[in-house]
């Protein structure tokens, strides 16, 4: 009697994952890259080369020691934290949304989020073995108040995540809405996670709130900021809070190479600083470009993307890509994005050929 692969994958891998889909990146050889919210500068060639010689110098025979703790420190003082806080790091955000979920698995933990919203803390959830709890957004994009109150009411979530501007409607949610739903959780005895993966391009923080709410964590990443590849997020909250956290983290889940690059990144904040400056001007020119095109509605952004609708999303989407411009078809992730495309920003010349080619293609 001979087992096939098929048998064994069948017996062994768990029926959710079975049924599952990959997450799909798309192709984007040869065309321009507007899909996924990447800082579309790279070094100037004199830091590429200061930066290999730091990284040749990284003893990667040793497991990650004393430096990822001075990655620790500079963070805390480039994001300025609040005293009283400590922050953990993870292998990027996605890695943090994972451990969240692993340390906050107890029998019928529940996590909620508005949708749609970013799409790892729903997979996590699954994965982990947690109930998820999807909030509808209102058409405009902002909270549903009543809706979140009563869910958080109703379900006691252990975590509610609230994406600080939002993934993938690019808006910053009203304070006052935030607060009341701050202090909701605070009620329940559960946690909340703003998550500022877009922080560079953002108005405002919750970093030095987060100070006055014990139960309130924030989560950025260094991969808007213009380290996508290097994967490096870091979590930050009250310090026995997160001390708890970081009980679940793989004790060397930062490789030495990941610290060492974002270090150097940290020391010229200036010049990451100075691109987010550009691509948020970019992201005014293109704002009213949009706008003024025939049939386009755009949405307000304090993120490196922007959503726009359009006439026909997969028509546009088909089209910028005949013309080389790839971005996200973002209309099937959820019913209130029909229409709907997410553009991330680029350099002025990709943004030229951008606009060209969706009049194109509209
Ligand atoms: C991109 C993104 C992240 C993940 O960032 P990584 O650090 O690259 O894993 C987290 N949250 C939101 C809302 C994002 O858009």
């Given at each position: 009697m001979t087992v096939t692969l098929a048998d064994r994958i069948a017996h062994t891998i768990r029926n959710d994952v079975q049924s599952m889909h990959a997450y799909a990146v798309q192709p984007s050889a040869g065309l321009i890259k507007l899909d996924a919210m990447e800082n579309p500068f790279e070094l100037p060639p004199e830091l590429q080369r200061e930066l290999g010689a730091r990284l040749a110098r990284v003893p990667i025979n040793r497991y990650p020691g004393a430096r990822i703790d001075e990655l620790r420190g500079a963070l805390a003082v480039f994001a300025e934290l609040p005293a009283g806080c400590?922050?953990?790091?993870g292998n990027?955000?996605?890695?943090?949304?994972?451990?969240?979920?692993?340390?906050c698995t107890k029998p019928q933990a529940t996590i909620l989020a508005p949708l749609p919203g970013f799409v790892l803390y729903e997979l996590s959830a699954r994965l982990r073995g947690l109930r998820f709890v999807g909030?509808?957004?209102?058409?405009?994009?902002?909270?549903?108040?009543?809706?979140?109150?009563?869910?958080?009411?109703?379900?006691?979530?252990?975590?509610?995540?609230?994406?600080?501007p939002n993934n993938p409607t690019a808006n910053l949610w009203d304070d006052a809405v935030i607060a009341r739903i701050v202090d909701a959780v605070g009620r329940q005895q559960g946690l909340v996670v703003i998550d500022e993966a877009y922080q560079p391009f953002s108005s405002r923080t919750w970093m030095q709130r987060m100070a006055a709410h014990e139960h309130v964590l924030v989560?950025?990443?260094l991969s808007k900021f213009g380290l996508a590849g290097v994967r490096l997020g870091y979590l930050c909250g009250r310090e026995a809070l997160v001390q708890e956290i970081d009980k679940v983290r793989p004790p060397y889940n930062v490789s030495s190479l990941n610290a060492e690059a974002a270090l150097f990144a940290l020391e010229h904040a200036y010049e990451f600083g100075r691109q987010a400056a550009l691509l948020r001007d970019e992201r005014a020119r293109l704002q009213s470009a949009f706008a003024a095109m025939p049939g386009v509605t755009t949405f307000p952004s304090e993120a490196n993307m922007i959503l726009v609708r359009v006439p026909d999303a997969q028509r546009a989407f088909d089209g910028l890509k005949a013309r080389g411009v790839l971005v996200k078809h973002i209309a099937p992730l959820h019913p209130l994005l029909a229409g709907c495309l997410r553009i991330t920003?680029?350099?002025?010349?990709?943004?030229?050929?951008l606009l060209d080619a969706l009049r194109a293609s509209l």
């Amino acid at each position: 009697m001979t087992v096939t692969l098929a048998d064994r994958i069948a017996h062994t891998i768990r029926n959710d994952v079975q049924s599952m889909h990959a997450y799909a990146v798309q192709p984007s050889a040869g065309l321009i890259k507007l899909d996924a919210m990447e800082n579309p500068f790279e070094l100037p060639p004199e830091l590429q080369r200061e930066l290999g010689a730091r990284l040749a110098r990284v003893p990667i025979n040793r497991y990650p020691g004393a430096r990822i703790d001075e990655l620790r420190g500079a963070l805390a003082v480039f994001a300025e934290l609040p005293a009283g806080c400590s922050l953990m790091l993870g292998n990027g955000s996605d890695e943090l949304i994972d451990l969240l979920s692993v340390a906050c698995t107890k029998p019928q933990a529940t996590i909620l989020a508005p949708l749609p919203g970013f799409v790892l803390y729903e997979l996590s959830a699954r994965l982990r073995g947690l109930r998820f709890v999807g909030v509808p957004l209102r058409a405009d994009f902002e909270l549903d108040e009543a809706a979140m109150l009563a869910a958080i009411e109703r379900e006691r979530p252990a975590l509610t995540y609230l994406a600080y501007p939002n993934n993938p409607t690019a808006n910053l949610w009203d304070d006052a809405v935030i607060a009341r739903i701050v202090d909701a959780v605070g009620r329940q005895q559960g946690l909340v996670v703003i998550d500022e993966a877009y922080q560079p391009f953002s108005s405002r923080t919750w970093m030095q709130r987060m100070a006055a709410h014990e139960h309130v964590l924030v989560m950025r990443t260094l991969s808007k900021f213009g380290l996508a590849g290097v994967r490096l997020g870091y979590l930050c909250g009250r310090e026995a809070l997160v001390q708890e956290i970081d009980k679940v983290r793989p004790p060397y889940n930062v490789s030495s190479l990941n610290a060492e690059a974002a270090l150097f990144a940290l020391e010229h904040a200036y010049e990451f600083g100075r691109q987010a400056a550009l691509l948020r001007d970019e992201r005014a020119r293109l704002q009213s470009a949009f706008a003024a095109m025939p049939g386009v509605t755009t949405f307000p952004s304090e993120a490196n993307m922007i959503l726009v609708r359009v006439p026909d999303a997969q028509r546009a989407f088909d089209g910028l890509k005949a013309r080389g411009v790839l971005v996200k078809h973002i209309a099937p992730l959820h019913p209130l994005l029909a229409g709907c495309l997410r553009i991330t920003v680029g350099t002025p010349q990709e943004n030229d050929t951008l606009l060209d080619a969706l009049r194109a293609s509209l």
